[in-house]
């Protein structure tokens, strides 16, 4: 039977620091999964929260000279004020010191006592205060701990054990047979090797003259819970376990969302616990891997731990998620530096995808002032095949959370659509009266190959895919996205609306450190007569770094302030240009729309009058006028001047 129902958590985050990118990774991921699956036509519950007992909260909260509630309070409220920040609708924000949580740990707790699983012994081993856990001799690296590099000692202590031993024959042919159960496939048979060793059973308390800040056993008060067993019975506490409708209606059909480091607690412990429980198993588990910084772990020691926030705040928010769920392949590690996410903007978002909903907008604008022509009556103009292939593509990718191929499919569809402009050169179709209707068409075609775009974009960019909406005249759904079943059929953009001229989606990013090369020299005083000063010669290579294109003028507007500076945007074929030129003297905005130019492409950014510049017009100059240069003849921008 069709699943109608699908739960989304993210791992309980410890509230010892306060969240980082990776945190903010796993959200954002585990939000995207869930809005995948709301257009899919489920009923989704998105959980996320803060694991808040242990010895390392109650270090912090010393640190702080604060109680561990007070210092859990202050932390858990950052994790969850993060979440509108990052755009994440999640449904739940639990913390497990919630009280209903406290009483289902120990309903579980007592569920699985009764049954026989959990039994009191004393164990002696080597235990690392820092980790706050015992360690398996194989385990260590120089008989150290691997995390803080100091001997552990040997303590001797009573405890709680949980027979996980006993269900190990059971979890492994459970693993097997449910082929989905752990993704991807490396994590899988990460954890099926580590079952080929025999399992030992769990530890799950620690004495209270040791730690008090936990769970207190129901079955003994003088221990609590330790870290697994409160932690993960958090994933059905939020839902109201035992007999709430939430817990029914969306346990078991459960995908939990976690990095590589919480594997096994995840893929071992907690099926565990649930069989032992009598409880049914979750559908699956998401593993993906690390965020390093510049190729370092993220630690405070290097001092590289990056703040969401202040990333969202240079980049924007649905750049940010653009970034994370396009350049990490979801199961292995990831490095975030600058340029790479600059870059990622740069291409990807400001050329790719705004270039082409501004080319798209701007030419409706230019050929019929905005007003939709209409369906696409020409079947050899649609762009309908690779929309459908592009559709297929991406559900096939987002129903195995494979984000960065549904999100590279979706950019497949949109190089497409770029080459369907210089194929069908609406330039040129504009030019022939008796080709106004094609041009109608092959607008109409990109408008919807926009509108099939926006949709596909939702889970990652919902922002950006409302603004491409509205953009294109949409009545947009009750619920702010279109389902995956009323993307098609094609042409549902209206007739006869007139749309406004389009927006930058996505202004391009300056790199840092940039020196504005375009007024450097405008300020030479020259002598009278003027005589072009002969400059220093330079070898054919020196002039062949100098990218010259053909550029047609979209748009042109003044730039208050300056009596001279145009802001033209500049179609160059595969992109659209923003320059500042210095033309407003000889040149009306409205006189330049259309005109054919030189433009020097691979002019570094610079920044004039606080407006981005990313190239050059090139002008002649004649009585103290520029007189722009053209050619005789017509034809598509973005070619190579020679
Ligand atoms: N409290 C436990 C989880 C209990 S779940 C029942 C815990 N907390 S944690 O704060 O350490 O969070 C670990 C999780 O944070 C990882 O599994 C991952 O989701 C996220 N990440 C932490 N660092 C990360 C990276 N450097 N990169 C990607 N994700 C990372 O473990």
């Known amino acids: 039977m069709e699943k109608q129902h699908q739960f989304f958590t993210t791992p309980i985050y410890y509230v010892n620091a306060k969240p980082h990118l990776g945190h903010a990774y796993t959200s954002i991921a585990a939000d995207v999964a869930t809005r995948y699956k709301r257009m899919d036509n489920l009923d989704t519950y998105f959980l996320t929260g803060t694991d808040e007992h242990g010895d390392k909260i109650v270090q912090a ?23 509108p920040l990052l755009h994440i609708e999640n449904d739940q924000f639990i913390r497990t010191t919630d009280t209903d949580h406290i009483k289902v740990v120990q309903a579980i707790l007592t569920k699985i006592h009764d049954s026989g699983d959990i039994y009191f012994s004393s164990y ?19 008989g150290k701990c691997p995390d803080h590099g100091v001997e552990p000692q040997v303590i001797k202590e009573s405890n709680y054990f949980f027979k996980m031993s006993k269900y190990q024959d059971w979890l492994i042919d459970h693993i097997k047979s449910n082929p989905d159960f752990i993704r991807p496939e490396q994590y899988k048979n990460e954890i099926l090797s580590f079952l080929k060793e025999p399992l030992e059973d769990l530890c799950i308390s620690r004495p209270k003259s040791r730690l008090t800040w936990g769970i207190t056993l129901p079955f003994d008060q003088d221990y609590v819970t330790y870290v697994w067993f409160d932690a993960l019975v958090n994933y059905i506490s939020a839902l109201g376990y035992p007999d709430k409708n939430k817990f029914k209606k969306f346990w078991p059909s459960t995908r939990h969302f976690v990095a590589k480091d919480i594997i096994k607690p995840h893929g071992i412990y907690w099926p565990i616990m649930l069989k032992a429980a009598g409880l049914p198993i979750y559908d699956g588990l998401n593993v993906h891997g690390f965020w390093n910084i510049k190729g370092s772990k993220m630690s405070k020691s290097i001092g590289n731990v990056t703040d969401p926030i202040e990333v969202t705040q240079e980049f924007g928010v649905d750049q940010f998620r653009y970034f994370l769920m396009r350049e990490m392949v979801f199961g292995l590690d990831a490095n975030f530096t600058e340029d790479v996410i600059v870059s990622r903007i740069n291409s990807d978002l400001a ?152 927006e930058i989606l996505f202004p391009r990013i300056e790199i840092k450190n940039q020196v504005p090369t375009q007024t450097k020299n405008a300020a030479i005083k020259r002598e009278k007569p003027f005589k072009p000063p002969l400059k ?107």
């Not at 010393?62 to 969850?80: G, H």
């Not at 099939?452 to 009750?478: F, H, N």
């Open 536 to 642: 220093e010669e330079i070898t054919f290579d020196d002039f062949s770094k100098i990218d010259l294109r053909t550029g047609t003028i979209l748009s042109a507007e003044k730039i208050e302030k300056s009596n001279k500076l145009l802001k033209l945007m500049v179609d160059l074929g595969p992109e659209t240009r923003q320059v500042i030129a210095g033309i407003g003297k000889n040149y009306a905005p409205d006189d330049l729309i259309g005109k054919q130019v030189i433009v020097v492409a691979n002019l570094k950014e610079a920044r004039i009058m606080g407006e981005t510049s990313q190239g050059m017009i090139l002008a002649a100059t004649h009585k103290k006028k520029l007189i722009l240069s053209g050619f005789d003849k017509e034809f598509s921008p973005g070619n190579p001047v020679k």
């Open 351 to 502: 050329n790719d995808l705004g270039n082409l909903v501004s080319r798209v907008l701007s030419m409706n604008h230019r050929y019929f002032n905005g007003k939709v022509m209409g369906a696409a009556t020409l079947v050899e103009y649609s762009l309908e095949t690779d929309a459908v292939k592009a559709i297929d593509a991406f559900k096939g990718a987002m129903e195995i959370c494979q984000f960065h191929k549904g999100l590279a499919s979706t950019w497949t569809f949109i190089s497409a659509m770029n080459k369907y402009i210089d194929t069908h050169e609406p330039w040129s179709l504009a030019k022939d009266e008796s080709k106004e209707s094609t041009l109608g068409t092959v607008l109409y075609n990109l408008m919807e190959g926009l509108r099939v775009v926006s949709c596909l974009i939702y889970p990652v960019m919902p922002e950006t895919s409302r603004k491409i909406q509205l953009a294109l005249g949409l009545d947009l759904p009750a619920r702010g996205f279109f389902k995956l079943d009323q993307i098609l059929p094609w042409g549902q953009i209206k007739k006869d609306v007139c749309l406004d001229k389009p």
């Open 124 to 142: 002696e081993g080597i235990y690392c205060f820092g980790c706050e856990r015992f360690y398996q001799e194989r385990e260590l690296v120089d």
């Open 61 to 83: 909260a010393e640190k702080e000279n604060t109680s561990p509630k007070a210092y859990a309070d202050r932390i858990s409220r950052l994790f969850k004020d993060l979440l």
